[in-house]
């Protein structure tokens, strides 16, 4: 079975880091370009980075440049999102997406083929 699993959500206070891990089973990431996406109450899901299969191309959202990072370890089947000076309304559900392709293209953030059941971030004094 197909399954992709975030973990690493939380409770943290303004200007604070997390390190959210999405882990794949039942298939390799290594073949698939992995977004990031969140989505808050009351808002639409909104993708924020996404990493390409080789780990050689990023894309990151206007809102999170600067302060979040894509990356990968192959070898063990993950992908990391780390979240540096998070802000409260960086609060959401975040989620990754595998795509059936090695790239992101152009509309990575509109859509994601295969997702996780995401994990709650919290940002909060």
């Known amino acids: 079975q197909l399954q992709l699993v975030e973990s690493g959500g939380g409770l943290v206070q303004p200007g604070g880091s997390l390190r959210l891990s999405c882990a794949a089973s039942g298939f390799s990431l290594t073949a698939y370009a992995i977004g990031w996406f969140r989505q808050a109450p009351g808002k639409e899901r909104e993708g924020i980075s996404c990493i390409s299969a080789s780990g050689f191309s990023t894309n990151y959202a206007e809102s999170v440049k600067g302060r979040f990072s894509i990356s990968r370890d192959n070898a063990k089947n993950t992908v990391y999102l780390q979240m540096n000076s998070l802000k409260p309304e960086d609060t959401a559900v975040y989620y990754c997406?595998?795509?059936?392709?090695?790239?992101?293209?152009?509309?990575?953030?509109?859509?994601?083929?295969?997702w996780g059941q995401g994990t709650q971030v919290t940002v909060s004094s």
């Open positions: 997406a595998s795509y059936i392709r090695r790239i992101c293209g152009n509309n990575w953030y509109r859509e994601g083929d295969y």
